[in-house]
């Protein structure tokens, strides 16, 4: 039978929520720009150089992320998933919690979750006093995690962004590096029961979580469909789940391309101006009346049939097919925010179910059109193409 040394029980107990709180030494946080602390366990610093902070009088709020903990080479040292970038670009600042790896090892870095609960605590009234109206705490891996566990203690969040959570032990090793298919197992199934309880019991705020397929830090095993059940019984708060069903790969599948469509959906939702309703936010289809005013379309007003997608990119947009071989093409801000919204009407060539139009630059958008299904294709400046799966609008 297997033997588990104290420090695995204490760490699996921790993450059910039934471990007396663990006195540890208070860890010193401090604010750093362009430098890293080398004897410091945690600090905060600006997440990115091109996004300098706008301040609580111009952003749309702040935007927390908590990095992977430093399995494969993923921790404090790479930069926020390409999702987050958006998030900065579009009008949030963004700051990042980090966690020296070295002095985090040798912590046992899972049993420290209060004092990194309280270090974002303070972080975040101190972000608030200053006038900051709206936090989001964002992370992957273990950092997913640590933004889930917050939102149970910190009031008044805004949202919280959660991409392959997990509590940090597992992907085949303890904390001590054992490695047995017996701990595995129950480190893996204790991180199910954290997730169970922890949606069970987080506030009414804007979740947006993603379960990946094939997460190597959770050995195979899905969750999505049984958050989903306990978000949908819950009916008080906005989320949306990308479940292993939607091409996600991987613990840090959300840092591909692949998810690009979800990063500019994930905008939407998190958009201030707009509140969604309680339950689930369906990506593709709830974002669609705020992506269509983005690009000053009104669907349908041209009298034309209205289509509405997203490319593999992750750009919205919209087409309207007219009389006499005319296009309305809409696109939005794309999942980095660096496209300005616009629409405009264009000549096409129409050969049966087909059509072909010139976007500027020599662009070329072909599409094929069946009843109810419209597949579109566009040609890009570096050679490659997107793919854009639309669906009718108003039907």
Not at 137 to 144: K, N, S
Not at 227 to 235: F, H, M, S, T, V
Not at 312 to 324: F, I, V
Request: hydrophobic residues 40%; charged residues 20%; contains cysteine.
């Amino acid at each position: 039978m297997i033997q588990f040394d104290r420090a695995s029980v204490c760490a699996l107990l921790l993450m059910l929520g039934t471990l007396p709180a663990i006195a540890a030494t208070p860890i010193e946080t401090v604010t750093v720009h362009g430098r890293r602390p080398a004897a410091t366990p945690l600090w905060f610093e600006e997440a990115y150089d091109d996004y300098p902070a706008l301040g609580p009088e111009f952003a749309k709020g702040l935007v927390i992320w908590n990095h992977p903990i430093d399995w494969a080479g993923r921790g404090p040292d790479v930069p926020p998933i390409r999702a987050i970038e958006g998030m900065a670009a579009l009008g949030w600042d963004v700051i990042r919690l980090q966690r020296n790896s070295r002095l985090a090892e040798a912590a046992q870095w899972q049993s420290q979750i209060q004092p990194l609960i309280e270090a974002l605590a303070q972080e975040i009234a101190d972000a608030k006093a200053r006038g900051y109206r709206r936090v989001v705490i964002a992370g992957q891996g273990f950092g997913g995690g640590i933004a889930i566990e917050s939102a149970l203690s910190i009031k008044d969040l805004y949202g919280i962004v959660a991409f392959a959570p997990n509590t940090g032990v597992g992907r085949g090793r303890s904390d001590q590096g054992v490695s047995t298919p017996d701990i595995s197992g129950e480190l893996v199934y204790s991180n199910q029961r954290w997730t169970s309880s922890r949606l069970k019991t987080i506030p009414a705020l804007r979740l947006f979580v993603v379960f990946p397929e094939a997460d190597e830090q959770m050995l195979g095993n899905e969750r999505g469909t049984d958050a989903r059940k306990e978000l949908e019984a819950r009916g008080d708060l906005s989320f949306a789940l990308i479940d292993e069903n939607n091409g996600i790969r991987g613990n840090a599948g959300a840092d591909t391309r692949r998810f690009d469509p979800f990063a500019t959906c994930m905008n939407y939702f998190l958009e201030p101006d707009r509140t969604p309703q309680p339950g689930e936010y369906h990506c593709g289809t709830d974002e669609t009346p705020a992506a269509l005013a983005q690009m000053g379309v009104k669907p349908g007003a041209s009298g034309g049939q209205a289509w509405f997608g997203y490319s593999t990119r992750g750009q919205e947009t919209y087409l309207e097919l007219l009389p006499g071989n005319r296009i309305v093409y809409g696109w939005g801000d794309g999942p980095l925010g660096k496209t300005a919204p616009g629409v405009k009407i264009f000549d096409a060539k129409f050969e049966g179910a087909t059509f072909t139009f010139a976007l500027p630059d020599a662009l070329m958008v072909r599409g094929v059109h069946h009843g109810d299904e419209m597949r579109v294709t566009i040609e890009l400046a570096d050679r490659t193409r997107a793919a854009v799966d639309m669906h009718p609008i108003g039907r």
